[in-house]
């Protein structure tokens, strides 16, 4: 039971988070592209790699706290799945190259944020 309320307050901050990461992105940078879910994305695969690596290479910590950042915070912040809707709609709306355009960033971006974050992990 500790394990689910470990994932679900992450879950719930991570969502919030994202929320707002959305909001202010769209607010700031406009509507036509999904911003936010690009933002969240390269955040969340940053902080899964250099929480992870420092997790399993360097501090012991309870797997408690492993739930609550890692599926729960990380799980609800990143947003795979709204990647997915947004990049069809970009898709429909401006065509394919806008389209491969996401998908790119979010791939190439969220690659090389989670292999800094490993790397910044090993530097401490």
Do not use: H
């Not at 202010?24 to 929480?51: H, K, M, Q, S």
């Not at 998908?103 to 790397?119: E, K, R, S």
Request: glycine share 12%; aromatic share 14%; hydrophobic share 55%.
């Amino acid at each position: 039971m500790l394990k689910l309320l470990a994932v679900a307050i992450g879950g719930s901050i991570g969502s919030t988070a994202r929320y707002i990461v959305s909001v202010w992105a769209a607010e700031r940078f406009g509507a036509d592209f999904p911003y936010g879910t690009l933002i969240v994305n390269v955040v969340g695969c940053f902080i899964i790699g250099i929480f992870m690596t420092l997790t399993t290479e360097r501090f012991i910590v309870s797997p408690y706290w492993r739930l609550l950042i890692t599926a729960g915070f990380v799980g609800g912040l990143t947003t795979f799945s709204s990647f997915s809707y947004e990049t069809f709609r970009v898709l429909e709306d401006s065509g394919m190259l806008m389209a491969l355009y996401n998908i790119g960033l979010n791939l190439v971006l969220g690659f090389v944020a989670t292999w800094i974050g490993i790397g910044a992990a090993r530097l401490v």
